[in-house]
């Protein structure tokens, strides 16, 4: 069965510094997303991406976020200075279509578990 | 938008039989209801999704009654490993990517 890669799984890093978090979405899809969840708290939708341009952004995703689909494989997300309440679990997720009566399944990835210290 | 209502917590015994159900009074005309699994430390997992009456796969049945208004997931003879949280769903909060509270079920031995 086809799936979501991310890695790294796990990323320590230091206040300020930027990371760059990795996904591979499934290979016929068409629409990928990046979400967070800090602990304990909910499943937040960060970004959307399609045709090679953000679709949707949601508030939380501001100038020092960033996505990329650098080949036809990767799906990035950058965060640039990061801060210590960036610290979440990071799910990339992809589906084969998007449509307003919810349709559309999305794959979630495992996760990159990202730790700013 | 519909808005969705839904346990926040359920205790079950292995072995028995789960109904999760969602409330979804303004659902629209067009919208499908899916149902997401989550695991500690892993991302959301669809699980089944259906517009009306009822839908089975390999892990969980759906029930939508006529009015459309809830659904309730059922999990048959849930065992420890399907201690989980489950999300509903429904049309644009699926669009707009709205993942609420869910239900915490928790399967005790």
């Known amino acids: 069965e086809p799936e979501v890669t991310q890695t790294p799984s796990h990323q320590v890093t230091q206040m300020g510094q930027e990371v760059i978090l990795r996904c591979v979405p499934i290979?016929?899809?068409?629409?990928f997303y990046w979400y967070r969840q800090i602990l304990g708290q909910k499943v937040e939708f960060l970004v959307s991406?399609?045709?090679?341009?953000?679709?949707?952004k949601s508030e939380i995703f501001d100038d020092q976020f960033s996505v990329e689909r650098p080949d036809g494989s990767n799906f990035t997300l950058k965060i640039r200075s990061t801060k210590l309440e960036d610290s979440a679990m990071y799910f990339c997720?992809?589906?084969?279509?998007?449509?307003?009566?919810?349709?559309?399944?999305?794959?979630f990835g495992p996760g990159t578990r990202l730790t700013v210290t | 938008l519909a808005k969705t209502t839904q346990p926040i917590s359920m205790d079950s015994y292995e072995g028995q039989e789960v109904n999760i159900t969602c409330s979804h009074n303004?659902?629209?005309?067009?919208?499908?209801i899916t149902w997401y699994q989550q695991f500690p430390s892993q991302g959301p997992r669809f699980i089944i999704q259906?517009?009306?009456t009822k839908v089975t796969n390999e892990v969980a049945s759906l029930f939508i009654p006529a009015d459309r208004k809830s659904s309730t997931l059922s999990l048959p003879r849930v065992s420890l490993s399907d201690t989980a949280v489950y999300y509903c769903?429904?049309?644009?909060?699926?669009?707009?990517?709205?993942f609420g509270t869910g239900t915490r079920l928790k399967v005790l031995a």
């Open positions: 259906g517009y009306k």
């Open positions: 290979s016929n899809h068409l629409y």
């Open positions: 997720a992809s589906s084969v279509g998007r449509d307003w009566r919810g349709a559309y399944e999305q794959y």
């Open positions: 991406f399609y045709n090679n341009e953000i679709s949707e």
């Open positions: 769903l429904v049309g644009r909060s699926t669009y707009k990517y709205i």
């Open positions: 303004n659902i629209a005309t067009n919208d499908y």
